[in-house]
């Protein structure tokens, strides 16, 4: 098997390059984010045959990402996930659950720039009150 490549890119050049790719023949496989100090890190993967290939953006807390959902469809999944997990803004998903996506006990829960995210991962959570109580199922289901 090869291994695997990862190709630093800016912000601008995702669209291009993830086009590249599909009009090689690649596969869209997977975005995965991981937070750095400046925002998020996010490793988009393409693989053909045994080669696999990464795409690998920084992105700010400001920044926003065009979606590539219009190229790969099934990359809404992965994109409607950074945007409630990691706060990453993505524009022109072509199915935006508007971060509704999964259902968190707070918002953004992997950005390190949170808040809210920061406090519940110090495990000093503040008490739970009417005003902060998460939605139960059924309140969610409704």
């Not at 090689?24 to 696999?52: H, M, P």
């Not at 109580?133 to 309140?139: D, L």
Request: overall charge negative.
């Amino acid at each position: 098997m090869d291994p695997q490549v990862f190709i630093d890119i800016a912000l601008p050049q995702l669209h291009t390059q993830t086009q590249d790719y599909k009009d090689k023949g690649w596969r869209f496989v997977n975005v995965c984010g991981s937070t750095i100090d400046t925002g998020v890190e996010l490793l988009y993967s393409f693989s053909q045959g045994e080669a696999f290939e990464n795409l690998r953006l920084c992105v700010g807390v400001d920044d926003e990402v065009p979606s590539i959902s219009d190229l790969y469809f099934n990359s809404f999944v992965f994109e409607n996930e950074a945007h409630d997990l990691f706060g990453v803004e993505i524009k022109g998903i072509a199915i935006d659950f508007g971060g509704n996506f999964y259902a968190t006990s707070i918002p953004t829960p992997m950005n390190p720039h949170s808040a809210a995210a920061v406090e519940a991962a110090s495990g000093h959570p503040q008490p739970v009150t009417a005003a902060n109580e998460p939605a139960t199922t059924k309140e969610r289901e409704a």
